[in-house]
């Protein structure tokens, strides 16, 4: 009695509530993931950033130790001073011509900041640079995110709503089961178009990336995370690049491109009604007022 | 006669082609916001860069000249070596005892990771790494999108909707006014909030950072850019932080909330009808078929 009594209350409870433990549940889920993941990562780079930590004090020992003139104490200082201009994204290096702020440069840092990928390869150095960019990127991110969204809204038009409501007619197949289906080949062709086939492109135009590190690139920069270890012309022992400039405005148009194309496939999946129907369960109940 | 008749046309063709013409000119007008500003950032960070560069060269000029048993190909060479680690992360100075992949620190990248910031101040070495990173991501990052969203829409039931149908009804206000003022002052609080404030505190926790360059931390990281050239609790020349773990895990905090803080105010301002109303004239005209 007591036991069905407390079943009752228990399932009213759950479900007036069942909103609110869902996303309870999905809190708790979350920070797990981040917390696996934080683990596997430690896991696997911890032991490779001490072997490099290991091998970078073995050169300097080495070249002290070749260069009996030299003080550590001097050529830490010569090393601080590098480490914090190549921070900044200046190189001390003498076969390094690379420009950071010519126009075109400029034009690249320009539109990875408003994409919010933001490398870090080149950053502002003076404080007008930086006052400007808060102020330029106050404006440019909402107008860049308006921009996006009307430009995916009409490939939309074209790229899901057109096929989806032809098939539809075509073959009367339920809506939902086939605007699933048009998501995951529309992913697919986009994967191919703008991850695949561009990292092929990479591996023969940089000469030190291997495939995985292309596709990393281009992972990475068209998630706009843009974490900035491989960025495209800026590796130093390059062979050049027999047009530098056009290549970089190449990869400008590129990644603004791939970016729209990424941001259509999440939108077309954000769309589908499985994925509506899903994120209803975790929106707060109503206020009644 | 010929002209009233071409006017007639031509307001035809503006009236069933106004869309397409407002969205012609929002191209054309978000092109010329990019050249501009690259211009403007090639006309300020130029002469910075170029005098930094020579600053660099005078500095290593004068150091061979001050130990004259050092060749240059061989400084170059360790400088590679040290430039190339920093690249990922990896400082050979001996004083820099900060580890990148502990669990705290694997935990900061990763969140950074699924909210695309991507510092980069730390990235995979490995292979293994890499290829993790990007199955991880894909996974995650639309995880961490619904997940933001789901938490933004329920915010928002509190912080937006709930005020502004209060003041509709108490004032008899229009609601579309009411929801433009409501944007703003929410806006300005989350700005002092999660803005103002906290670039307060990293001026006196950072002890080389000024204010100007807290707030550009501040700003860069929560729209995501996350160039990465500062990065709290990085900075080689720092007073030891008497807590480095609990620190590095209040700033993953912090970044998590204000971002989500930062969304609810994006999204308030989506919302707003003018700005609806704005979008609308910009959409594809309805496909009739
Ligand atoms: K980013
Ligand atoms: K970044």
Redesign the interface.
């Known amino acids: 009695m007591v036991v069905s009594c407390t079943r009752g209350w228990c399932a009213r409870f759950m479900d007036r509530h069942q909103s609110a433990l869902n ?1 309870a549940l ?2 708790v889920g ?1 920070i797990l ?3 696996i ?6 896991a ?3 032991p ?2 001490q072997e ?2 290991r091998e ?2 073995e ?2 020992q080495d ?1 002290l130790s ?5 003080s ?1 104490a ?1 050529l ?1 200082e ?11 994204g ?6 390094d011509t690379n ?9 690249f ?3 990875t ?2 994409t ?5 390869h080149s ?12 102020f ?2 106050i404006f ?8 996006l ?2 430009v995916v ?2 490939i939309m ?1 074209v790229v899901t ?2 096929p989806v ?1 032809y098939f539809h007619r075509r073959w009367a197949m339920s809506q939902s089961k086939l605007a699933a289906i048009h998501a995951t080949c529309l992913a697919l062709i986009i994967a191919l178009l703008f991850l695949i086939i561009p990292a092929w492109i990479f591996v023969s135009l940089e000469s030190d990336w291997d495939f ?2 292309s ?2 690139f281009c ?2 920069s068209l ?7 491989y960025v495209p012309g800026e590796t ?1 022992s390059k062979e050049a690049i027999s047009h530098p400039t056009l290549y970089r405005l190449a990869i400008t148009i590129y990644l603004l491109i791939g970016l729209v194309f990424v941001l259509v496939v ?1 939108e077309t ?1 954000c769309e589908l009604p499985q994925m509506k129907r899903l ?1 209803h369960r ?3 109940e109503k ?1 009644k ?1």
């Open positions: 996303f999905l809190v979350y993931y981040l917390l993941g934080a683990g596997i990562f430690s696997i780079e911890l490779y950033e490099i930590r970078l004090r050169a300097q070249f070749n260069n009996p003139c030299v550590e001097r830490e010569l090393l601080a001073r590098a480490l914090e201009a190549s921070n900044y200046v190189s001390m290096l003498g076969n420009r950071n702020w010519d126009f075109v440069s400029s034009l840092f320009t539109s900041v408003l919010t990928t933001g490398y870090g950053v502002p150095l003076s404080d007008e640079g930086k006052a400007f960019c808060i330029y990127s440019g991110i909402p107008v860049t995110l308006f921009f969204t009307v809204q009409r038009a709503r057109r409501s995985l590190e596709l990393y992972f990475i998630t706009t995370i843009g974490l900035g270890d130093h999440l999946c994120s975790f929106y707060q206020v007022e």
